[in-house]
C-alpha cells in the first residue's frame, strides 16, 4: 500500500449504530487530519493530530470520536448520528503541522470514506 | 480568522481556450496550494506555492501567487475535456498552521 489508505470506502448505517472509520498513511508523517466534505460545506476541518497528540478539534460534536493510536493510523469513531452527518471523510497527512517538522504543509489526502446515514 | 474565497464557483468553458482562477485571501501568509478534485474522488495536490512571485507549471495548467495583495491565480491554457474537475485552493494558516480551503471552483470543459 502507498500513500494514504481509508477503510471502508462506503458506509451505510443507522442513528442507532456504532462504526469506525479507519486511515492509515504509508507516507512517514506525522501529522494526520479528518476532514467532512458534503454539498452544504466543501472541506471543513475536524481533527488535528500531531504526533498522536489531538491539536486542533473545529467544535466537532461529540459523536463523532478520534482516536490516533500511532503516527500512522487515524480512526474515527461515529455512534448515533443524524441524517446531516451524511458526508465525505476525508483523511489526509504532513510532515507535521506548520512550525515542526516540515517547512510547510502540504496535506495528502486519502481517498475518503461515503458516509450515508439513514 | 483567516478566509479564503475563490471566484469563479462554476465555470463551464470550451476546449481551447485559456480561464483564470482566482483565489483571494484575507490575512498575510506566503504558503498556498492548488488541489484537484475529481467527481466521487480524493484530493490531489496540484501546486505548492511557497513565495512571493512563485509560478509553477504543470501541462495547461499554470498556478502563481502574489502575497502582496493576498492572490493566487490558476490559469489555464487551452482547455481539454480531462481538465473538467473541482479546483480547491488552501492557504496556510489557522493556530496550527492548517489548510484553510477555498469553497472550490468546478470546471467543466465541453467539446
Known amino acids: 500500500e502507498t500513500g494514504v489508505t481509508q477503510t471502508p470506502r462506503h458506509l451505510v448505517m443507522g442513528m442507532t449504530n456504532k462504526k469506525s472509520l479507519k486511515c492509515e498513511q504509508h507516507?512517514?508523517?506525522?501529522?494526520m487530519y479528518w476532514y467532512k466534505q458534503s454539498a452544504k460545506k466543501p472541506l471543513e476541518l475536524m481533527f488535528v493530530y500531531s504526533l498522536e497528540e489531538r491539536v486542533e478539534n473545529n467544535s466537532v460534536p461529540s459523536r463523532f470520536s478520534p482516536e490516533c493510536p500511532n503516527s500512522s493510523h487515524l480512526f474515527l469513531h461515529l455512534h448515533t448520528l443524524q441524517p446531516e452527518d451524511s458526508a465525505l471523510y476525508l483523511c489526509?497527512?504532513?510532515?507535521?503541522?506548520?512550525?515542526?517538522?516540515?517547512?510547510?504543509?502540504?496535506?495528502?489526502f486519502g481517498p475518503g470514506t461515503r458516509l450515508t446515514v439513514l | 480568522e483567516l478566509k479564503v474565497e475563490q471566484n469563479p464557483l462554476f465555470l463551464s468553458m470550451q476546449e481551447g481556450k485559456n480561464y483564470t482562477i482566482y483565489c483571494n485571501y484575507s490575512t498575510t501568509s506566503d504558503r498556498l496550494y492548488w488541489y484537484r478534485q475529481d467527481p466521487g474522488k480524493s484530493l490531489e495536490s496540484l501546486f505548492v506555492l511557497l513565495s512571493n512571485g512563485a509560478v509553477k507549471q504543470e501541462g495547461r495548467l499554470m498556478a502563481s501567487l502574489d502575497t502582496k495583495a493576498r492572490l493566487s491565480t490558476l490559469h489555464i491554457t487551452a482547455a481539454v475535456h480531462d481538465l473538467s474537475a473541482t479546483y480547491f485552493c488552501a492557504v496556510e494558516g489557522g493556530s496550527q498552521g492548517n489548510l484553510i480551503f477555498g469553497k472550490g471552483t468546478k470546471l467543466s470543459v465541453k467539446p
Open positions: 507516507l512517514g508523517h506525522n501529522a
Open positions: 489526509a497527512s504532513s510532515h507535521g503541522t506548520s512550525g515542526t517538522m516540515a517547512s510547510y504543509n502540504e496535506q495528502f
